[in-house]
């Protein structure tokens, strides 16, 4: 949908050097407790920075340039993340999109920059839900949404405190700026000084906006409830980074073909003393606002939409490399092993099938947008993380023993290629070095630097599955069900009259 011959629209869309060349702006990030003084040039963060800029030049390809990009005639050209659908067709197209952007990373980038620009569409989406909380409110939502997607920025978000005594409300820990806490009013803004977390891919991104996640204030803690965004080079704002899990910016994709490109780091906030001016606070001081989000504005349902399909993606790869690597020694054909196969294929399918739900059984709001189904978007998200654990022990139960003796790429070209050719070799004539990077494929899926990370990433992602769960089972529309329920009933009181 985009137009090429527009330089102006086209101008819109950034190319991976110039994301690169802004992560050169300066940012405090700490590892190790050391702080890094180039993320483009520090071993562990090189190629997952290389994976984002890799992102931003498929915009720019023949071949996926109109797939991920849109033009409007008002707006321009832009990420078609940031797109508002107010068409089936246009919803159709952006499910579209994040499949393909997905699969660039092989479902690995959880929060890519296409991400967040899908989050930022459905803040866009519901601005006018703001203004309750502060005259012009919604403008000042509205200007941040736009210079973002005009801009085409990588933000992160930072929604959790930190775990400390979660026995306790905010305002009631020990130190009354552990969690991120409102300091300071002034005429030009406000200051704010605590921690917030977890922010995904933090030191990669150019923005970083900060809102609260469910139901979580009492009173009393009014000054903890903030919604607002800051550049990731806002003075006063540190870093501070989980251990990488991948040290060596050299893994051969070969023997590691995800956890050589995609630790994509966690962080937690430190905000110290930092400066927010008023354009960039969306509400403040208010529990109401701060519990509801969540709920009340279009957020969730336009980043599902983006998680319904990488979690489709990410399980057709999982299960197929689940079936090629019992191919490879010839054990698919095994009636035991083909039924741990062939439900785990089920599983994979009924991901699929919720996200044509979500797409071909829309909602349209009054304003004319259209959402996903909203049955569909949770009931993925609840159940993805259980369908992916069943995948990877299906894959650690198949494999045995073949998942951990694997030689690297460079047995088989070293003094001993012929022996490791040999006896490393698969089943009808495959050779071993065929064999063996299957294997290595599937253990990083399961066990590398990055698998065990992801397993757990996936579990919560969508948010704590117990109040997801529970928010679901007051929401979920079983209609046909329960007009059974009431009859069946009906006949039961019937019957005895």
Known sequence: MANDEDEVLTAMIRTGEQYREALLQEREVFVGGERVADVTKYAPFR?????????????????????????????????ISFLI???????????????????????????GPESMAALMAGLEESCEWFEQWGEGNHQ???????????????????????????????????????????????????????????????????????????????????????????????????????????????LKIYDHPFSSRYEEIDALLVFDDVFVPWDRVFFHNNLFAANNMRFMTSVAAFSGHLSTRRAAIRSSLTVAAAMELCKSVKTADFPNVGELLGRIA???????????????????????????NPDALTASGLLYPDFYTTMLETIKRTGA??????????????????FAETYFAGADGMRGSDRVQIAKLAWDLVGGPIAQRMNHYERFYIGEPMFVGNFFSKSVELNEGRELFERVIKEGKESQE
Not at 156 to 183: C, F, I, M, V
Not at 350 to 363: C, K, N, T, Y
Not at 401 to 418: K, N, R, Y
């Open 47 to 79: 190629r997952p920075i290389e994976s984002f800029v890799a992102q931003y030049d498929a915009k720019h390809s023949a071949e996926l340039h109109d797939v991920l990009t849109w033009t409007d005639p008002d707006a321009g050209t832009f990420d």
């Open 85 to 111: 659908p107010k068409s089936h067709d246009e919803l159709r197209a952006k499910g579209a999109a994040f499949a393909e952007f997905a699969k660039l990373s092989y479902g690995c980038l959880g929060r």
């Open 140 to 250: 000042k939502v509205l200007d941040y949404c736009h210079y973002v997607r005009d801009n085409d920025l990588f933000v992160t978000h930072a929604l959790g405190n930190p775990q400390s005594d979660r026995s306790k409300q905010s305002h009631q820990q020990d130190n009354p700026y552990l969690h991120l806490k409102l300091k300071e009013e002034r005429d030009d803004g406000i200051v704010i000084r605590g921690a917030k977390q977890l922010a995904t891919a933090a030191p990669f991104a150019d923005e970083v906006i900060v809102f609260p996640n469910g139901r979580t204030f009492g009173p009393g803690d009014e000054e903890y409830c903030l919604c607002f965004a800051v550049p990731t080079t806002a003075s006063g704002l540190k870093m501070m980074c989980r251990e990488p899990l991948v040290m060596d910016d050299c």
């Open 346 to 372: 089920a599983l994979q399918k009924a991901l699929e099938a919720l996200v044509f739900r979500a797409e071909e059984d829309p909602r349209v709001a009054e304003n004319g947008t259209y959402f996903v």
């Open 401 to 418: 023993a073949g998942l951990m003796l694997t030689p690297t790429q460079a047995d088989f070209s070293g003094e001993a290629a012929e």
